[in-house]
């Protein structure tokens, strides 16, 4: 069974801090990564998807690596901001072995709080 | 247009209250997907649709009732809940389940926030 597990659960920074998410997952047969974006109540954002043949993705000041062989996953936040408080969420995509449909497994989560 | 629309955003309902849940998207996807969310806890699947058929149960209980009208709406019946079952329920989609998609990233909505009393 794919496990998914994130470090820190919570993460306190002061505004203009660079950081950095991490996410482990058990096993390595998987299609792809997303990081997402929970703000509280609401639904999820997608960040970034890295395909499994891929090491990284970027979008803004996201970045967002992959090493499938370790099963793990970092996400970089590049001079935070408040705006970017929320829960930060990766999820593995895998397909049902010998089949073609796959489901996502969520981590449980890193808190975000930047402070002015 | 990206959106994926849940309505309604609350419900409240007795144990033996029937009611339904409704999620739309017009981006042409042909996966659709329900997700229940507790408080503090990550999303974790309960079905899956692909191409309007039911692709994946996880095992859930004949209490929630899934349907797929056509490839823009998927709905969940509810039926005899109980108080456990309050939670966040989130719909997605995305272009598809099939292997070889470049990507196939889903997209979710605000969620429908249900109390069960």
């Known amino acids: 069974k794919q496990e998914v597990t994130q470090i820190p659960a919570a993460l306190s920074v002061p505004e203009g801090e660079n950081l950095v998410l991490n996410c482990s997952f058990t096993?390595?047969?998987?299609?792809?990564l997303q990081w997402f974006r929970q703000d509280p109540g609401k639904g999820l954002t997608s960040l970034l998807l890295?395909?499994?043949?891929?090491r990284e993705q970027t979008s803004g000041r996201l970045n967002a690596s992959l090493d499938k062989s370790s099963g793990r996953s970092t996400l970089y936040i590049a001079a935070s901001q408040p705006g970017d408080s929320a829960t930060y969420l990766c999820?593995?995509?895998?397909?049902?072995?010998?089949?073609?449909?796959?489901?996502?497994?969520f981590g449980q989560g890193t808190i975000l709080t930047v402070h002015p | 247009d990206t959106e994926v629309t849940q309505t309604p955003k609350h419900l409240v309902m007795g144990m033996t209250n029937k009611k339904s849940l409704k999620c739309e998207q017009h981006?042409?996807?042909?996966?659709m997907y329900w997700y229940k969310q507790k408080a503090k806890k990550p999303p974790e699947l309960m079905f899956v649709?692909?191409?309007?058929?039911?692709?994946i149960n996880e095992s859930v209980p004949s209490r929630f009732s899934p349907e797929c009208p056509n490839s823009s709406l998927l709905n969940l019946h509810l039926h005899a809940l109980q108080p456990e079952d309050s939670a966040l329920y989130l719909c997605?989609?995305?272009?598809?389940?099939?292997?070889?998609?470049?990507?196939?990233?889903?997209?979710f909505g605000a969620g429908t926030r249900l109390s069960v009393l």
């Open positions: 981006m042409g996807h042909r996966a």
């Open positions: 997605a989609s995305s272009q598809g389940q099939a292997k070889g998609l470049a990507k196939n990233i889903q997209y």
């Open positions: 649709y692909s191409y309007e058929k039911l692709s």
């Open positions: 890295i395909q499994s043949s891929q």
């Open positions: 096993d390595s047969a998987i299609y792809n």
């Open positions: 999820a593995v995509f895998r397909y049902a072995g010998g089949t073609s449909y796959g489901k996502l497994t």
